[in-house]
């Protein structure tokens, strides 16, 4: 299994101050179409709405396709769950607030189909998968800036 967790503050000098609803409203965009806020995904559709805070989507990152069931914990928390795809696992989006600000946190763990756990493969995709996902976290934010500029969300080139 591959886990990393990565933390970012919201709020940067010179850009536009977000508050917790800011960057609520900004991850549920995200969930609804990720394409805007994660450079690396090519496609992004919502196939079923479950319920307010559930629904199905499904996605391409890297050729790869993925259905995923998304969970919104309002003001909190988005949670990921890959159903299908060939790597599954949970992603998370949280919303942390201490004495130092406002920050957002990405979390995920992940398994590879057909790869064993601490092999040399699973190794190679989990640094691979942290570079692009410490860059989406940066991504989302500058996307969310942007929209608290009045501009729209779209996404930086993939790096």
Sequence with gaps: ???????????????????????????VMKANNALPFVPIMTHCEVTARLDDETFEREIE????????????QPQRRVVFTRLAGPVLGTITNDIEEDAEGLFLRFSFALVL???QSG???????ADETRTHY????????????????????????AT
Excluded: C, K
């Excluded at 990152?61 to 919104?72: N, V």
């Excluded at 092999?119 to 995709?125: G, K, L, M, T």
């Design 61 to 72: 990152a890297f050729g790869d396709r993925y259905i995923e069931r998304i969970a919104l």
């Design 1 to 27: 299994m591959i886990f990393v967790t990565h933390r970012l503050p919201v709020n940067e000098p010179g850009e536009p101050t977000l508050d917790r609803t800011a960057v609520w409203q900004g991850l």
């Design 119 to 125: 092999s040399p493969e699973e190794s190679a995709y």
């Design 113 to 115: 189909e057909g790869a």
């Design 134 to 157: 410490v860059a989406a976290v940066g991504a989302t934010l500058n996307a969310m800036r942007r929209v608290a500029r009045g501009e729209a969300p779209v996404a930086s080139p």
